[in-house]
């Protein structure tokens, strides 16, 4: 199994438990869906409910929740656009210092790279939910929470140089 952490503050974002595309060689979009989490009980993994369970609505106590989100511990944060911007303006930084250290050949398809899909991103900005790591620290990822075109089918997205990968 291969776990996904935040290079900047070694946060667990997700894992190759869940269905991994990479777009455009700059972020990964990670397939997620909503499960249903009682207090003190087994957690719905997301798999279809049988005949009988499919009539019945959330019991007491019992909520939804985005499988990746509560796995992983991701923490909600907002941005008005302007903020994001700034934000997203010295994550880069932090990222590209560290390719530099650490795979200096990657540096420039990750700044074209990724200077082209922070345009898609502000170009559809209320469209996503913003999440941090367990930390919260301002520093690291900020991933993004947006809906397929079906309006239900949710999925996260990843920058893939903020990144590694730890084999488990």
């Known amino acids: 199994m ?3 952490s935040d290079v900047i503050t070694d946060d667990e974002m997700f894992s190759d438990a869940f269905p991994i595309k990479e777009i455009d ?3 990964f979009e ?7 989490v009682k207090s003190g009980a087994d957690i719905d993994i997301g798999a279809n409910p049988s005949a ?3 009539d019945e609505a959330l019991e ?8 990746i989100v509560h796995s992983f511990r991701l923490q909600s944060t907002n941005f008005d656009k302007k903020g994001y911007l700034g934000y997203l303006k010295g994550y880069m ?3 590209k210092a560290s ?6 050949e990657r540096v420039e398809a ?5 200077a082209a899909f922070a345009k898609k991103i502000v170009a559809n900005f209320k469209d996503y939910e913003f999440y941090t790591g367990e930390s919260m620290n301002p520093d690291g990822m900020v991933a993004l929470l947006n809906y397929r075109e079906d309006g239900i089918t949710p999925y996260l997205t990843f920058w893939k140089d903020g990144l590694k990968i730890i084999k488990l």
């Open 2 to 4: 291969l776990l996904y």
């Open 25 to 27: 060689d700059v972020v």
């Open 30 to 36: 990670v397939e997620c869906s909503l499960v249903t």
């Open 52 to 54: 009988e369970e499919q």
């Open 60 to 67: 007491e106590g019992a909520t939804q929740v985005n499988n």
């Open 93 to 95: 930084k932090a990222v």
């Open 99 to 104: 390719l530099q250290e650490k795979n200096p």
């Open 110 to 114: 990750f700044e074209k790279g990724a």
